[in-house]
């Protein structure tokens, strides 16, 4: 059974706005980023070192896939936070581009301060106790962004390259191979391991550098940072309540707001890992053999936690909590895309138990001709059926239900009861969820009506 977290700084969050900058910790001309990164003077962000830029070449490179079509961009595209530009539950790739893997594609913006995979982790937090955390990919099999470059370079669904020699021999042909050897002059072409080491480090040296990947110009930076232009609405701020509040939302639990790791704060996520039960999706090939799961952490794409045959393991179904910044621009939700729009993603939270019909097949029983005037049409399921059995957790095998995260809002409440958030407390949690998109324009005069206003 997962351990419940209680996020920190609730107390005082409610009690005063203005004291929000201090749990964030971070101020953008004097806070201390991760080795490597580097600090953004009062003029202006640096400019890239010579491996930045030559990493920059190599994101936006489609001649490193096999299929000359397909860039590090192509599924992280910087105008959609990094993250893709489609509602695909998962992207395109492979050879010939009719690869499909089994994940969705996360946005790579603040990663910068992410740390290495660890069973017990310290949570940020202070407060909750150690377990899963850090890593990058959904289960967390890179420590760092070099590591995790190497996945889609390497993988047969994603650019699908045959080897690091194949990669370097790309790179070596590439108008920027000058460059490149520029960068880093004591390396040879020749050596391709090192090479290949290279073209990664490369890579993370753009995203470490480039303020596109951590720009911290949303609403709610305006709103902590208490800059003109950062007021919320009554809306905004009834959400931001629901958002950190125990007792409703309980979201900061793990979308963690306050001060963290290496000066940093405000990211959203406590880089733990939860299994919250998220339904099987069908539009994944892999999922139409009815034997297959994803289990996260514990294969089948990392090994060192594999389930070995015994009747349960701890790590089996936990996917790593993702930050929540710019998650409204998203077009897919959770590990496996389920879903497609962030109102779905939060009324899942909110009616998993009460309603699990909406969300799981039902098996047996039939469907009614005409569902009642009151059953919701939000969910995955919109057939409303009489008699049957809800598969509820049909993406979880029964012997790793234990694993589950019991604290509210997916509390496991009996079906049929009260929902743990209302539809006003829904609405208002959406408003603050927007706030955290980046590129905020504050309007010239503030707006008097509207559906985030009131």
């Avoid at 994940?103 to 377990?131: C, H, M, Q, W």
Wanted: charge should be neutral; proline fraction near 10%; aromatic fraction near 10%.
């Amino acid at each position: 059974m997962r351990i419940a977290k209680t996020g920190a700084c609730v107390a005082w969050l409610l009690a005063a706005t203005g004291a929000l900058g201090a749990c964030r910790g971070r101020d953008a001309a004097a806070s201390t980023p991760p080795a490597g990164s580097p600090t953004t003077p009062i003029g202006g962000p640096l400019p890239l070192s010579a491996a930045a830029l030559v990493g920059r070449a190599l994101f936006f490179d489609q001649a490193l896939s096999a299929s000359g079509q397909m860039s590090c961009a192509t599924c992280h595209d910087p105008d959609h936070a990094y993250a893709p530009a489609n509602g695909d539950a998962v992207q395109p790739g492979g050879p010939s581009g009719a690869g499909r893997g089994i994940r969705a594609v996360p946005s790579l913006r603040y990663k910068e301060y992410t740390p290495p995979y660890a069973d017990l982790f310290d949570n940020p937090d202070g407060i909750s106790a150690p377990g899963p955390g850090g890593g990058f990919a959904w289960d967390g099999r890179a420590s760092t962004l070099a590591q995790q470059a190497r996945l889609p370079l390497l993988s047969p669904v994603e650019m699908a390259n045959a080897s690091a020699a194949a990669v370097v021999g790309k790179v070596q042909a590439a108008p920027y191979a000058d460059a490149f050897a520029g960068a880093f002059p004591e390396l040879r072409f020749t050596d391709t391991d090192a090479a290949f080491a290279k073209v990664l480090a490369a890579l993370e040296a753009f995203q470490r550098e480039d303020v596109s990947f951590h720009p911290y110009t949303s609403k709610f930076d305006r709103h902590a940072d208490n800059k003109i232009g950062g007021t919320f609405t009554a809306a905004e701020a009834r959400g931001f309540r629901v958002f950190i509040d125990e007792k409703t939302g309980n979201c900061a639990a793990c979308h963690y707001v306050g001060p963290g790791l290496n000066g940093s704060s405000g990211l959203f996520t406590d880089f733990s890992y939860e299994a919250i039960g998220v339904p099987r999706n069908r539009e994944i090939p892999a999922n139409t053999d009815d034997e297959f799961f994803d289990l996260g952490l514990c294969g089948p794409a990392r090994t060192d936690h594999l389930p070995s045959g015994r009747p349960s393991n701890e790590f089996c179904g936990l996917f790593k909590t993702p930050t929540l910044r710019n998650v409204a621009t998203r077009g897919a939700f959770f590990h496996n895309g389920a879903m497609h729009s962030l109102e779905q993603a939060v009324r899942f939270y909110a009616t998993r138990d009460t309603m699990p019909e909406l969300w799981y097949p039902t098996v047996g029983g039939s469907p009614k001709a005409r569902p009642d005037a009151a059953f919701p049409r939000y969910g995955l399921i919109t057939a409303q059926f009489s008699g049957g059995v809800v598969r509820k957790f049909d993406d979880l095998p029964p012997r790793h239900r234990a694993n589950l995260d019991v604290q509210r809002p997916l509390d496991g409440r009996p079906r049929g009861s009260k929902p743990p958030l209302g539809e006003r407390e829904i609405a208002d949690l959406l408003c603050f969820l927007e706030t955290l998109t980046d590129g905020y324009q504050p309007p010239p005069t503030p707006p008097v009506s509207g559906p985030c206003v009131e």
